[in-house]
């Protein structure tokens, strides 16, 4: 098992450009999350999805959009980037008892 | 509004010492209470706790939950210097955890 796999691990974008953030779980997880974390700060969460087709806001949406077409898949979209973006993105799938975190993407703009 | 407050912020102890790690929460539709040890990276999970009373242990770490006053402390004992890390506590509430800045653990030798 890869567990849970994101891509790309680092990434610098300009001002306004937009990406995707790739994040895929092979433990047939229903639950899947993205978080931010800001330097000494906890974990923000963005999105979370309770299955394929559902997803739901969290505490920091706004700037984000998601998708989940597949159980595995929940790739997380920057539309208009802004130097508030930048953080360290971690996405998460869970059983009820445990989560798991992927290892993360360091996006920075500037 | 789902809070969770952790405490202390941070904490310098030597080798040796035993630590107590704090976290009161208030969370609407309360499941469960999980606690992650975080290094440079992605955090890693320790326990997770459903009833109050409850001591969870795995070698020298060790939890309570207290269901009635909302709140769990983590107990850290014979401390190592790879100890040092952010513990964050995060209480489930009906589909997702709500996570606390964590505690900061500094072990110096």
């Known amino acids: 098992n890869a567990g849970v796999t994101q891509t790309p691990k680092f990434r610098i974008l300009k001002i306004g450009q937009s990406m995707t953030l790739q994040c895929a779980q092979d433990m047939n997880h229903n639950y899947m999350y993205w978080y931010r974390q800001d330097p000494g700060m906890g974990l923000k969460l963005i999105y979370y999805s309770v299955g394929a087709g559902i997803t739901d806001k969290g505490e920091v949406p706004n700037g984000y959009n998601v998708s989940r077409s597949t159980t595995e898949d929940f790739p997380l979209r920057l539309e208009l980037a802004a130097p508030s973006q930048t953080s360290v993105y971690f996405c998460?799938?869970?059983?009820?008892?445990?989560?798991?975190f992927g290892p993360g993407t360091r996006l920075t703009v500037l | 509004e789902d809070k969770v407050v952790q405490s202390p912020l941070s904490l310098v102890v030597h080798e040796g010492d035993t630590v107590t790690l704090n976290c009161s929460y208030e969370?609407?539709?309360?499941?469960?209470l999980l606690w992650y040890k975080q290094e440079k990276k992605a955090p890693t999970f320790l326990f997770m706790l459903t009833s109050s009373g409850i001591e969870k242990k795995s070698g020298r770490l060790s939890s309570i939950l207290d269901k009635k006053e909302l709140f769990s402390i983590l107990n850290i004992t014979a401390t190592q210097t790879g100890d040092s890390a952010v513990y964050l506590c995060?209480?489930?509430?009906?589909?997702?955890?709500?996570f606390g800045k964590g505690t900061k653990l500094t072990v110096n030798p």
């Open positions: 969370v609407t539709n309360f499941r469960s």
């Open positions: 995060a209480p489930r509430g009906s589909e997702k955890l709500v």
């Open positions: 998460a799938s869970s059983t009820y008892n445990e989560q798991f």
